[in-house]
């Protein structure tokens, strides 16, 4: 299991994105973290295997119905104590 550090471009903020990915993701078991940034983008973390890694990318694109993503991009990050669960993060 790796860790994972994903920034979803688009309009991604004010359109519901963050709770949808929650839903999503809690949905199929991933345990993480998503949040907004200052500058428009949306941040998301995750401990995946590469292969579930390609599904929670699904998800992120997926988004919200009001949601646009136009780009989502994932570097592996430094992994820390494990995430008990998927939540929206301030």
Do not use: H
């Not at 860790?3 to 199929?28: D, F, L, N, P």
């Amino acid at each position: 299991m790796k860790r994972y550090r994903c920034i979803s471009e688009g309009k991604v903020q004010g359109v519901w994105y963050r709770r949808a990915i929650q839903e999503m993701a809690s949905a199929a078991g991933f345990k993480g973290y998503v949040r907004n940034l200052p500058d428009g983008t949306v941040e998301s973390v995750v401990d995946a295997d590469e292969a579930s890694l390609e599904t929670f990318k699904k998800i992120l694109y997926k988004g919200s119905p009001m949601s646009a993503v136009l780009n989502v991009t994932c570097e592996e990050v430094a992994s820390g104590t494990p995430f008990e669960s998927f939540e929206v993060v301030r």
